[in-house]
């Protein structure tokens, strides 16, 4: 059964940091891709950034390039999610996702497997 886990959320002021991990099981991490994704209150979930599990070019929103990384470490079958100047726009659920194959995707719809999400609030 795959089970993807995230942790690291919390409660932030404007310009810190947060650490977000997302821990993927039962799955082979070879051909998989993995996501970051949040969901403000009232408003659709959307796309954060994505990459390749074998290291490709990884995919940012335009609303977090330069501030967020999305990166990994195979051998703990983790991502993660580095977010620095944060602001208080970033507040949301924020949600991991894994799917099958090579081509990384801002679709949720394309993501097959789902974390129950972590929260950051982020005060201004």
């Known amino acids: 059964q795959v089970q993807v886990a995230e942790s690291g959320g919390g409660s932030v002021q404007a310009g810190d940091s947060l650490r977000l991990s997302c821990t993927l099981s039962?799955?082979?991490?070879?051909?998989?891709?993995m996501g970051w994704f949040r969901q403000a209150p009232g408003k659709e979930r959307e796309f954060v950034a994505s990459q390749n599990w074998s290291g490709g070019t990884p995919n940012y929103a335009d609303s977090v390039k330069g501030r967020f990384t999305i990166s990994r470490n195979n051998a703990k079958n983790t991502v993660y999610l580095q977010m620095n100047s944060l602001k208080s726009e970033d507040t949301a659920i924020y949600y991991c996702?894994?799917?099958?194959?090579?081509?990384?995707?801002?679709?949720?719809?394309?993501?097959?497997?789902w974390g129950q999400g972590t929260q950051v609030t982020v005060s201004s």
């Open positions: 039962g799955r082979t991490m070879s051909s998989t891709v």
């Open positions: 996702a894994a799917r099958g194959g090579v081509a990384v995707s801002s679709i949720p719809g394309r993501y097959d497997y």
